[in-house]
């Protein structure tokens, strides 16, 4: 087999040559209108919001930053311009249902054209009912009206009492009541006298008297019919009236929305309700209401019925709107009724019902997180139940839960056409897909964003392009091509891979913004590449005090890490640890001990629960490798342990299975590995090494170790050779292995990692299977097979004690 | 102790307000303001109606509910004790309205406006006659009813009228002889009082009456000269239906 080269510099580090820039500066380009490698995604909101069908609401996922919000606004400002704008929506009041706000659908601009024509109608019979009500032809009219009634109650009294005088009997008001009395000179006979009068005379005064009382009795009982007919004719005469000054204001008002017939229709209902309460306009300085002399009672927010309450406005709306819920709670979703104090109680009425977001984006589109919408409670059930309904029904949470039953608004719903847009992250749409049957009724389009995107020349440009449009964005000086060539490594180092590019752009933006900075602290005018790295240098020095410590630690020896001599059974692996949005890679001691057993690797990370299931995986994985090659013909017979020492967190992934592979074979063989390499990569069942994440990170991190300590030339790192496409090295590093002071090995076996590792030959099995003699793997089969045979003879020595045993006291009694 | 007598002062005019079971919260009203204006004690005369008293001791005597239309028996002890509740009903309101101003409150048996009119005063308010159907009260800031026959006491009733209609509407009722107009300039003269006149062929009881009624007018003064007979009197009360005040 041969020996496995270290790379070579350049293919530690893909450059992006400036010269196949043709600016100089990214002044000299135009700007990028749309957003970079998001085809898919494009097309699929093109889909999305093109198809008007119902349940073609869209996902749009993606991590965060890589510009959704501005592809989709992008879109959806440009699709939306072409749109007309929907309509308006007012609430009326329901004169019939006050509970039930009546809505009403208008043309575009003409709500709130319809709530001031109905303030101006307010106004104007605010001033012209009382005018009539006062008017001296009005007065008139009441004049004569109860004048009527009191002369028919005087002609009634006045025919009674002159028929009584004709009787010498006259007709007294009594403090309760009426009483008849006969007179003689002007006085009231006395008692005495009376009884002094003949029997007949007596009878006679008596009975004219009987006959006046009934007479009496029938005016009184009379009186309360004349007093309602003068009611009834007074209220005839204020309908009359009223009618008169609303009535030609209405006919102007259903002239101007003749051609709206729901509007017209509650025009005639707001007249007879105005002629009903007419009361209501007729409040005077002391606050009461007189109608015909008579006080009414009249309600200080009972005009408040006559207003218009404009829910949407699309007056000044260009096209259909696109509104962005950044709150989407329930009721910013769907609306709700506001209530004011008064008197101590919660009042509400039509024209404290305020509009949602639902509302607002009526006949054009809506975006909202899902992340947002689904933390607050009840808003997505409310947007679903929208979107089933096609309308908005504004109700209370309480009301939703049947937790109250008191009296409250049912306003009228108003239809909804809208195109819902959620964006998210991908696990929530995976999770609302698996649990929420709702959703795949509701959101049938997705639209999946890229995170990465070909490292190709044509890429590049449009890399140059997005910068030139942020510069030009947010101010910033020209980059010059060399500054855009490091910001295209920076992007592919973003994503690791030296073939590919981010589409991670507010990542790229951050860069560029603190570039412009570090040339104006250079007083540049320009921005070079020197002011890029000084960015990504920057950005890693304030995110490194961890990273920092932790190689101090290594640097004192309290966390141990050898990067010279050799050990057995003992392994530099290294792993990666992410903090927010920096993460660095860290070397850990790897030790593997072995005995005889029953062929169980113990991984102690797992036994103490600090290992996940993918570490667990790995090690199960290179345990059936070893009993695989080693033990073809016996029982593997160890009892191995690994352990990542100094090891206090949670440790998950496979990418040290390959490390923890070569440490067991190191321990089986007894044969020391170099502790001047560190390794990762994680190996399948048949020894190939298979590629890991963090790869740079990881080099890096043992590379400060040995830099730290000073390079001896010996030093480097094992990685799987599919890994090396993903190389985007610091220059430090690249640097340290062109002076060769420091190496990189690609390795596609176990085989070469262990010959790497040990300096001895891994070894290639004969025809018999057989290792060469000195190999690592001839090492490795005869220790398995020792304790194979080891173990065979304990359990042979264990089977005769058993006979012994069943012998029973005899036995005993030849051993004593 | 008489509430006269609590508050002592120099008094020098008196004003008898003359009551009986009717309410008339405006001519009580109208009694303390001019009290206000004039300096003068209030005297208030309840007057229990002596033809009542004896109706009520007719054997057939029978009153008809002036709401319900119910005949029932109509007994003296019920209506003396409807009677006296109604003047302590009264005399609390006076204390209440009283203020500053000296008062007294006597109950006498008689005839209205007779029984007042046998006491001596610089003017006299007559509560509106409770007689008939019981009328709406005019209502607030109705326009006031002066008479003027040319006499000294309707000069002083027109300077009465003039201080109780305090910037309110005036109408002034005179007979051809009497130049009204004349006699109210020096009156009028720095005050902002919107006075109409109005000339009639007589002034009879029926005429002023209608006059008043068409001015829907709140009360009526007149001087002594002008008021004619106690029946005169009873007469312009039952017919006009507003509390009529009598300067002397």
Redesign the interface.
């Known amino acids: 087999m041969s020996v496995v080269a270290p790379l070579s510099a350049s293919g530690l580090f893909q450059r992006c040559d400036p010269d196949q820039f043709e600016f100089d500066t990214t002044a000299e380009l135009d700007g990028l209108s749309g957003i970079i490698g998001q085809d898919r995604a494009l097309e699929a909101v093109r889909f999305g919001v093109g198809i008007r069908r119902e349940g073609y609401n869209l996902y749009v996922m993606g991590p965060p930053g890589v510009g959704k919000h501005t592809l989709i606004r992008q879109f959806l400002g440009d699709k939306a311009r072409q749109q007309p704008a929907p309509s308006d929506w007012v609430y009326v009041n329901n004169f019939d249902q006050t509970h039930r706000p009546q809505a009403l659908r208008l043309p575009s601009g003409k709500g709130h054209q319809l709530a001031k024509d109905m303030e101006h109608f307010v106004e104007e019979l605010t001033g012209s009912i009382p005018a009539a009500f006062e008017s001296d032809e009005y007065r008139t009219h009441v004049q004569n009206v109860e004048d009527e009634l009191k002369e028919q109650q005087e002609h009634a009294f006045g025919e009674l009492s002159e028929e009584a005088a004709q009787h010498q009997i006259k007709l007294f008001r009594t403090p309760s009541g009426f009483a008849f009395a006969p007179m003689r000179e002007g006085e009231v006979v006395g008692p005495e006298e009376f009884a002094k009068w003949s029997h007949e005379e007596q009878e006679k005064t008596e009975e004219i008297v009987s006959n006046l009382q009934e007479r009496l009795q029938r005016i009184i009982q009379q009186i309360p019919l004349w007093r309602r007919d003068t009611r009834e004719r007074l209220k005839k005469l204020n309908h009359e009236v009223a009618l008169s000054v609303v009535g030609h204001l209405i006919d102007e008002l259903k002239q101007r929305y003749a051609d709206l017939p729901q509007v017209t229709a509650w025009f005639d209902e707001l007249q007879q309700d105005v002629v009903d309460n007419v009361k209501d306009f007729l409040k005077s300085e002391e606050g009461e209401t007189t109608i015909g002399g008579q006080q009414q009672e009249s309600d200080p927010r009972a005009l408040h019925r006559y207003k218009v309450n404009v829910m949407v406005d699309n007056g000044r709306t260009q096209g259909a709107p696109v509104v962005y819920l950044d709150n989407p709670t329930y009721l910013n979703l769907v609306g709700r009724a506001e209530h004011v104090a008064q008197f101590g109680a919660l009042l509400t009425d039509f024209t404290l019902l305020k509009p949602g977001a639902l509302h607002e984006a009526s006949g054009g589109y809506l975006i909202v997180d899902a992340h947002k919408l689904l933390t607050h409670a009840y808003a997505w059930e409310g947007l679903k139940r929208a979107l089933y309904a096609n309308e908005i029904r504004i109700e209370s949470l309480e009301k939703m839960l049947s937790l109250v039953s008191t009296v409250s608004l049912e306003p009228e719903p108003i239809p909804l056409d809208v195109k819902v847009i959620v964006v998210g992250d991908r696990m929530l749409y995976y999770l609302l897909h698996a649990y929420d049957p709702d959703f795949a009724e509701l959101f049938k389009v997705e639209a999946d964003f890229e995170s990465e995107i070909v490292r190709n020349a044509d890429n590049n440009h449009l890399y140059a392009r997005y910068i030139a449009t942020e510069a030009k964005k947010d101010g910033l000086r020209p980059f010059d091509r060399g500054a855009v060539a490091r910001v295209i490594e920076h992007g592919a180092r973003l994503v690791e891979d030296s073939e590919r590019l981010s589409a991670h752009m507010r990542s790229i933006a951050d860069v560029l913004r603190e570039a412009d900075y570090w040339a104006g602290e250079a007083g540049r005018d320009i921005v070079t590449a020197g002011d890029v790295q000084a960015a990504v240098d920057h950005q890693l020095f304030r995110a490194s005090r961890v990273r920092e410590r932790i190689q101090d630690e290594i640097q004192r020896n309290t966390i141990y890490i050898d990067t010279d001599g050799a050990r057995v059974g003992q392994i530099n692996g290294l792993s990666v640890l992410s903090m927010g949005n920096h993460s660095f890679g860290q070397p850990s001691r790897i030790t593997a001990t072995v005995h005889i057993g029953e062929g169980h690797v113990v991984d102690i990370e797992r036994e103490v629960e600090l290992g996940g299931p993918i570490h667990s995986k790995g090690v199960l994985i290179l345990s059936s490798f070893i009993a695989a090659r080693y033990a073809q013909d016996h029982p593997l017979s160890l009892s191995a342990s690994l352990v990542f020492e100094q090891s206090y967190g949670g440790v998950d992934g496979d990418s040290a299975s390959l490390a923890e592979l070569c440490t067991l074979l190191s321990a089986l063989a007894g044969i020391p590995i170099r502790q001047s390499l560190a390794m990762t990569g994680s190996v399948n069942q048949h020894g190939q090494v298979q590629p890991i994440g963090g790869v740079n990170e990881k080099i890096e991190g043992f590379f400060e170790v040995c830099r730290n300590r000073g390079l001896t030339g010996d030093q480097g790192v094992l990685i799987p050779a599919s890994n090396v496409k993903h190389l985007m090295l610091r220059a430090d590093v690249v640097t340290a292995a062109e002076q060769g002071r420091f190496h990189i090995y690609p390795v596609e076996t176990v085989d070469q990692a262990i010959e790497l590792l040990t300096g001895v030959p891994a070894g290639q099995p004969d025809a018999q299977w057989q290792y060469p003699e000195g190999s690592v793997n001839r090492q490795v089969q005869e220790r398995l097979t020792e304790m194979s045979l080891v173990r065979q003879t304990f359990a042979d020595q264990a089977k005769e004690r058993e006979k012994d045993d069943d012998k029973g006291p005899g036995v005993k009694l030849d051993e004593s | 102790m008489s509430p006269e007598q609590e508050q002592p002062g120099p008094v020098s005019r008196r004003i008898l307000l003359a009551l009986d079971?009717?309410r008339d919260p405006l001519a009580l009203e109208t009694a303390f303001r001019l009290a206000d204006v004039l300096s003068a004690s209030v005297q208030a005369l309840f007057v229990e109606d002596a033809?009542?008293l004896?109706?009520?001791?007719?054997?057939?005597?029978?009153?008809?509910?002036?709401?319900s239309?119910v005949?029932r028996r109509?007994g003296a002890a019920r209506?003396e004790r409807?009677?006296r509740l109604?003047a302590a009903e009264l005399e609390h309101l006076l204390a209440r309205r009283a203020g500053r101003v000296h008062w007294s409150f006597e109950t006498v048996q008689g005839a209205l406006p007779a029984a007042a009119l046998n006491t001596a005063a610089d003017l006299y308010i007559f509560s509106r006659r409770?007689?008939?159907?019981p009328?709406?009260p005019p209502?607030p800031h109705s326009a006031v009813v002066a008479v003027f026959d040319g006499s000294e006491a309707a000069l002083r009733a027109l300077a009465t009228a003039m201080a109780l209609a305090d910037g309110g509407p005036l109408l002034v009722l005179s007979s051809a002889a009497a130049d009204a107009r004349a006699a109210s300039l020096p009156l009028t003269s720095g005050r902002r009082v919107p006075v109409s006149y109005r000339m009639l062929p007589a002034l009879t009881s029926e005429d002023i009456a209608e006059a008043v009624r068409q001015a829907?007018a709140g009360v009526l003064v007149l001087g002594e000269s002008a008021a004619g007979t106690a029946a005169d009197i009873a007469r312009l009360l039952e017919l006009s239906g507003v509390p009529l005040i009598l300067v002397r």
């Open positions: 079971w009717g033809d009542l004896r109706l009520s001791r007719l054997p057939f005597a029978q009153e008809i509910g002036l709401g239309a005949l109509m209506l409807e009677l109604r409770a007689s008939g159907w009328a709406a209502p829907h």
